[in-house]
């Protein structure tokens, strides 16, 4: 019985500072648009390379940066 003393006011701090996290994941944005990385890790933003573009670049020596 006497453990329940130092039990529920953990237990009701626990809650407290997991309402206010969530309440402050919300104000700042975090559940705004929840679909947008969804359909943005499926779009293909990569452009296709030509054989002839690959074959361009294989033949030169890389570019040293200074």
């Known amino acids: 019985m ?10 009701l701090l626990f809650c407290a500072i997991a309402i206010k996290l969530l ?23 990569d452009t296709p390379k030509s054989a002839a573009d690959t074959q361009e670049r294989s033949d030169q020596p890389p570019e040293q940066k200074s």
């Not at 309440?23 to 933003?45: F, M, P, V």
């Open 23 to 45: 309440l402050w994941a919300i104000d700042n944005g975090q559940y705004d648009d929840l679909d947008k990385e969804s359909w943005r890790i499926l779009a293909d933003d």
């Open 2 to 11: 006497d453990s329940l003393y130092l039990l529920i006011p953990i237990a």
